[in-house]
């Protein structure tokens, strides 16, 4: 080879690779603000649903509720490998709880937080509340527990030994 048509000599400041595996596509974007909104309107409307026992009452649907959008987070999380689908999911969700409560008209998804509801109808106060701090707490921990998992498996998978190996050796090819 001479000069002429030898290989011209790599850059010594080659831009990096971009790091295409930290993006979250835009499909998973989208999919994941949607079942934000999906999961949030489930929960929204569910959150007061509680059992009349005569003397209190038992706020089940904020646990219902909770439950539902932590499985929305955690699948979502799990199925990208992603932190940013728990917090777009988790944004979608309390957008939705945003919304819903602001622009109804009177209190069909919330209720209002005074002392008269507190004396009358206190696990209705309580339920509101936790609905409201609870996604908000929900999806910090979520993204903090799916980082750990995704972790937790890549250094497990890079410590695993090989099983892309052929069933058939070389031998028994002829």
């Given amino acids: 080879m001479t000069e002429l048509n030898s290989p011209a000599p790599a850059p010594e400041h080659a831009p990096k690779p971009s790091k295409s595996t930290r993006r979250l596509p835009i499909g998973w974007v989208l999919v994941a603000l949607v079942t934000g909104v999906i999961t949030g ?11 009349w026992t005569g003397s209190f009452g038992i706020p089940w649907g904020v646990a219902v509720a909770l439950l ?33 409560t602001l622009f109804s008209r009177g209190d069909l998804f919330t209720v209002p937080l005074n002392a008269q509801t507190w004396e009358f109808v206190p696990h209705l106060v309580i339920a509101t509340v936790v609905w ?3 996604l908000l707490a929900l999806t910090i921990v979520l993204m903090f527990r799916i980082n750990r998992t995704l972790q937790r498996t890549k250094a497990q998978l890079a ?9 058939v050796g070389t031998w028994q090819n002829r």
Avoid: C
């Fill in 68 to 100: 539902i959008a932590g499985l929305g987070q955690w699948w979502l999380g799990l199925r990208t490998a992603n932190v940013l689908a728990v917090g777009l999911t988790g944004i979608g969700q309390y957008v939705t709880l945003a919304v819903l």
């Fill in 159 to 167: 410590t695993a030994p090989s099983t892309a190996q052929p069933a």
């Fill in 132 to 134: 409201h701090v609870g």
């Fill in 41 to 51: 309107l489930v929960g929204t409307v569910m959150h007061l649903n509680s059992y």
